[in-house]
Nanobody, 123 residues
Framework: QVQLVESGGGLVQAGGSLRLSCAASGGTFSSAAMGWFRQAPGEEREFVAAITLSGGSTRYADAVKGRFTISRDNAKNTMYLQMFSLKPEDTAVYYC????????????????WGQGTQVTVSS
């Protein structure tokens, strides 16, 4: 059983940056593909980015491509989401997720979830 804890959210002005972290415990972090999702009020949870077991391959949603970077440090059991050029439409609760199979972009494909961290971008 993998436990995931997100941190690093907060309030930032448009154009600013934030780095989210996802700390994993209770399982074999390096054997899990990982992903970031977000959910705004009244909206469905949507894919943001995902990374393979080794960190050698990544995927991004079109809305964040070129602005967000996903990475992981298997030695620290931690995944990151570096966010640049933030926009008000990036405002959401951000969740990290893990699955013991290959990279995926659908929420239902993930087995483990964190509690989320709020990101608010003011205009």
């Amino acid at each position: 059983q993998v436990q995931l804890v997100e941190s690093g959210g907060g309030l930032v002005q448009a154009g600013g940056s934030l780095r989210l972290s996802c700390a994993a415990s209770g399982g074999t972090f390096s054997s899990a593909a990982m992903g970031w999702f977000r959910q705004a009020p009244g909206e469905e949870r949507e894919f943001v980015a995902a990374i393979t077991l080794s960190g050698g391959s990544t995927r991004y949603a079109d809305a964040v491509k070129g602005r967000f970077t996903i990475s992981r440090d298997n030695a620290k059991n931690t995944m990151y989401l570096q966010m640049f050029s933030l926009k008000p439409e990036d405002t959401a609760v951000y969740y990290c997720a893990a699955r013991s199979r290959s990279i995926a972009i659908r929420p239902n494909d993930y087995d483990y979830w964190g509690q989320g961290t709020q990101v608010t971008v003011s205009s």
